[in-house]
């Protein structure tokens, strides 16, 4: 997709957002590959203080989650007209990233007793920051 020559305007606006989709689809092998070490270093770190089965549970369903990239970036390869369906390949890829998301937002309640130090002062890390505001 060529840049429009115009510096502002709708036009301008659906190149950004098509070159940003775009960039996230480049950089998935590399960002699901991440993720597989992130997921793995945490099941390491917990191993001896969580369950075993528990960890590996969340492990298998992280995995899953993670393995829907591929199949997810191999269409958009093959999309000839993925310029055209910008729209529709930033939904795909934001379901998978919320698929991806769930199973790291449930691991402190699985992992995390709610009378632990940790899990007090995580909860009230969290609790005291202040919301991002995303929109840019």
Known sequence: MSRPLAAAG???DRWEFAQRIHALYRQGTTAGWSSVVATLCLVAALWRFVAPSALLIW???TLLAISLRVPLLRAYARDAQHE???ATWATRYT???VAHAACWAVAPFLFLE???PFAVASSKALSSRPML???S
């Open 95 to 97: 379901w998978m990233v």
């Open 114 to 116: 709610a009378s632990q």
């Open 59 to 61: 492990l298998g369903v």
């Open 10 to 12: 709708p036009e301008a």
């Open 133 to 135: 505001d995303c929109r």
């Open 84 to 86: 055209q369906r910008v």
